[in-house]
């Protein structure tokens, strides 16, 4: 049955509030509040039935048919939320606005908040992850972008030029989960940002028109920043409904200032994921990540991906590091403290949307109370920022918050310690004197009435009752003044105008206490809400401290070393190491030189497959990210200058989905990388060229390398099987040949990982080949196919096939030659099975 084929004169009031409330959010799912239960109905409910497993039943609802319907339990309705919102959906979650019990007639309801993939707010998010929401306005001669992490409150904008490649890599490599576009965009771009990295995409003109959220734009001077701001807020604002006033003023990102590089560099280089698993395990970030609080796991992110320009800054995270790695105690002590620090970003965002509780409130006292120490410690290092340590706030919430396992729900009471409010101790007071008087009373009342199995209880429904047994009703009296209540199969309940009185108090004080407790946790949550620009003040050094602390300790750990930054292009990475491959296969890993001095701008690295011409490509970028985010690197020294851009193409591409060929893409990235790289950029090419016929593939590689010497002239390490271009150091000065050594020992090869001067004149190919067991009368006619290259060299030649079972034809006839010396007639069974048992070996060896 569909919502708009039924007759709403038919339908039960409840059914026809439903649709009025469906009918605004059409390509929405409801979860719908009937009691304790969310509820789906019609085309919802089937498609959350099928997409969270759950059983679909029917409705009456004045109809012929059941309407269709399924419903989650609305105190665990969490997981099935996110796996809705994670496989794209969005969904509006419609309450009850009024309370059933006091309410005559129909419950009022209301959408509250939409949920959305970016705009989700719950704590089982990645608390090291940060979740952002973004969009882009095409002002059709460039791009405007802007996004937030709604949970934490950051903001940040950009332009971007009008060029396609351009604002999807900004939106994909800024993790950016949900995007709102203006309806001028191309399309093109929607769907590359749909199908080829799965984003939520919501089309809408709608800005923001009201000037309660000017805060957050207000320095900018740029009217197209503050557009593109205000198309943002109107989408997050009309989703979310509540305050978000914890929302930060924006942060112009300047790309100038940050070391740029694309979505298959990052993905390429593992700096925060793997490429095959898609883990953080064995990925840069998993490495580096000693933090101790989420805030500082999510700056550590940001760096990484956002490594510096600005030498300044770069070089004042080398001093923290280095004052660090010397006050071990300090730092010790300091991560001690750091341990106890909640996530107040995240907190402060639930306080002023409303959904905190008095267990978020007792997480930040206990943060608070550590500041002082931290602040101390700070001070003791000279470090350039200072925080407030709030102590009037710490105070207020130690005075006020019941620190003794308090509810999680905000309307149970239980909130509030005793001696903060005097009118709530009076009703606590009144509240236990009178149950104090309810526990005497069983006694008093069987010491008046000698009945001896008269008992005093309380249920739910009845409330406060004295039961007397069937055997013992006789000895009631009417001076008892006892009233029935109810009647079991084996007792009685009463009830006596004391009793009722002491009940009245006690259900009276109840509520009351209820209510107040919950006004003054309003009351207690505002005056925090007035702290919290102070409390991300305070996060941001926290992060900023936690992640340079985990930088030192792993500086110190693995043997880094401080980078030292120049400004004559000179590379000089003496002992150098990829820090994760080195942390993964610990002492084996062989340590390489990367030079490039005086003039040097392009190494042309020849050597065998699997000698670890990737890795040595890998571990100079990686080195210079960790050098421009302010860390320290694996290497015995490092001089290198400041890069402003990387641009790799290294192993297969991830990017197949576009349909183009991998020859194609390669391409692409090539002209990518030509067109963008400056003198100042680092690029790293891996065996470009091969996709293609040898003689193409060479003639490209050599243009492109002859390119890069002449017009470029920057920092290039290129990685080649095409031998032939290693003559081009003849002719290209700043062009060095290097190779990665290999020993080869009867016939079989060693990988010593070892990068050495010049070229080497052996590819190994065939080695690797016979390493990965391939026939070996396949890999003798390699062999012989080579020697005739070889020999042959620059002469046009072709081979017959025949020769290909030479080998074979050899073996058989060594066989066949061992089968006619036999006369089987004279030997025995035993020698015949010997001999027959020899030549099966023979042919099994082959
Ligand atoms: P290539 O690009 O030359 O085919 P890779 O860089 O992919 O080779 O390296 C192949 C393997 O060799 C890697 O998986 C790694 O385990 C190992 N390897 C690479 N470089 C080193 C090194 N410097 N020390 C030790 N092992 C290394």
């Known amino acids: 049955m569909k919502m708009n084929e039924v007759d709403r004169n038919k339908v039960s009031p409840m059914m026809l509030q439903y649709m009025k409330v469906k009918d605004k959010y059409k390509d929405i799912i409801i979860f719908y509040r009937l009691g304790d239960f969310y509820e789906m109905f019609f085309e919802d409910a089937i498609v959350c039935s099928r997409e969270l497993e759950l059983t679909l039943t029917g ?17 665990s309705y969490l997981p099935y939320l996110e796996k809705l919102v994670n496989k794209g959906y969005k969904v509006a979650i419609c309450e009850q606005m009024s309370d059933p019990k006091t309410t005559k007639g129909m419950v009022e309801r209301e959408v509250v908040q939409i949920v959305t993939r970016g705009t ?53 490599n800024r993790g950016i989960k ?99 698993l898609h883990e953080r395990m064995y990925s840069l970030l998993w490495l580096l990540d000693k933090t101790k609080t989420a805030m500082g796991g999510r700056a550590l992110k940001q760096a990484i991906e956002n490594p510096l320009t600005d030498i300044v800054e770069i070089k004042r995270r080398y001093e923290i590091i280095e004052k660090l790695l010397t006050e071990f105690i300090l730092r010790e002590d300091l991560r001690n403290y750091l341990e106890q620090v909640y996530d107040i970003e995240r907190l402060s965002s639930r306080i002023c949307y409303g959904n905190v509780n008095a267990r978020d409130l007792i997480q930040l006292k206990n943060t608070l109370k550590v500041l002082p120490y931290i602040k101390e410690i700070l001070s003791k290092l000279n470090y350039s920022k ?32 005793s001696r903060y409010n005097s009118e709530l101790d009076e009703l606590r007071n009144i509240r236990s004197g009178s149950k104090d008087f309810i526990l005497n009373l069983e006694q008093e009342e ?30 009631i009296k009417e001076e008892f003044n006892y009233e029935r209540r109810q009647t079991l199969a084996n007792c009685e309940r009463f009830i006596t105008p004391l009793l009722k009185e002491k009940e009245n108090i006690i259900f009276g004080a109840e509520e009351k206490i209820i209510n107040l407790e919950y006004k003054l946790f309003m009351e207690i ?101 960790m050098a421009q985010m302010g860390s320290f690197v694996p290497a015995k020294s490092c001089k290198i200058p400041i890069f402003d851009r990387i641009f790799t193409r290294i192993g297969a591409s991830d990017d197949l989905v576009s349909g183009d060929s991998t020859f194609m893409v390669e391409m692409k990235e090539a002209n990518n990388a030509i067109s963008e790289a400056t003198q100042d950029s680092l690029i790293l090419f891996d065996e470009l060229g091969r996709g293609t016929a040898t003689y193409d593939g060479m003639s490209l590689a050599q243009a492109i390398l002859e390119y890069i ?37 009867d016939g079989k090869i060693t990988f010593l ?80 099975l010997n001999i027959l048992y020899e030549l099966k070996e023979k042919i099994e060896k082959r």
């Open 59 to 75: 409705r009456s609802a004045g109809l012929d048919e059941k309407v269709p319907m399924c419903g989650v339990p609305f105190h």
């Open 120 to 172: 989700m707010m719950d704590n089982r998010l990645q608390e090291k992850d940060n979740n952002f929401i973004g969009n882009i306005y095409d002002f059709e001669y460039c791009y405007g972008i802007s996004y937030t992490d709604i949970t934490t409150g950051y903001f940040y904008c950009l332009l971007v030029p009008n060029d396609k490649n351009k604002v999807v890599s900004e939106i994909v």
């Open 178 to 276: 949900e995007i709102i576009v203006n309806s001028k965009i191309n399309r093109e771009i929607i769907n590359i940002l749909r199908d080829d990295y799965n984003l939520l995409v919501t089309i809408t003109d709608n800005i923001y028109e009201k000037n309660d959220y000017e805060m957050i734009y207000s320095e900018l001077k740029d009217i197209r920043l503050v557009t593109t701001i205000k198309h943002l807020l109107d989408y997050v604002i009309s989703v979310k409904k509540g305050d978000l006033s914890h929302l930060q003023k924006v942060e112009l990102i300047n790309l100038n200032s940050y070391l740029l590089f694309d979505i298959h560099t990052k993905r390429n280089l593992e700096l925060v994921e793997t490429m095959r």
């Open 386 to 417: 200072t925080i407030d340590t709030l102590s009037d706030l710490y105070k207020l919430l130690e005075e006020s918050i019941n620190d003794d396992n308090p509810p999680i729900g905000i309307k149970e009471g239980s909130l509030i310690k």
């Open 446 to 475: 069987k010491e008046r009435t000698g009945i001896k199995t008269l008992k005093v209880g309380f249920n739910k429904i009845f409330g406060y009752y004295i039961e007397v047994s069937k055997g013992s009703i006789p000895l």
């Open 525 to 625: 949550r505002d005056k925090v809400k007035e702290y919290i620009p102070i409390l991300q003040k305070i996060s941001k050094v926290i992060a900023e401290i936690d992640m340079m602390t985990s930088l030192a300790i792993i500086a110190e750990e693995n043997n880094y070393v401080k980078p030292e930054i120049n400004f004559n292009k000179e590379v000089e990475i003496i002992s150098g190491r990829h820090p994760v491959v080195e942390k993964v296969i610990k002492d084996d890993y062989v340590s390489n030189d990367i030079i490039m001095k005086d003039g040097t701008d392009i190494l042309l690295i020849t050597g065998p497959n699997m000698a670890g011409k990737s890795t040595y490509m890998r571990q100079f970028a990686i080195i210079v990210i």
């Open 709 to 745: 010497h002449d017009k470029i002239k920057a920092k290039t390490l290129f990685s080649t099987h095409y031998h032939e271009l290693t003559s081009l150091s003849n002719s290209l000065k700043n062009l060095k040949n290097v190779h990665v050594s290999a020993i080869e020992e």
């Open 753 to 832: 990982h070892k990068i050495k001067n010049g070229a080497v004149d052996k590819s190994y190919g065939i080695h690797v080949a016979a390493l990965a067991n391939l026939p070996k009368s396949l890999i003798n006619r390699a062999e012989e196919i080579l020697n005739i290259y070889e020999k042959k060299e620059n002469k046009k030649e072709t081979f017959t096939q025949t020769s290909l079972f030479l080998p074979i034809e050899e073996e058989k006839s060594e066989i066949e030659s061992k089968l006619k010396e036999i006369n089987p007639l004279e030997i025995t069974p035993i020698e015949a």
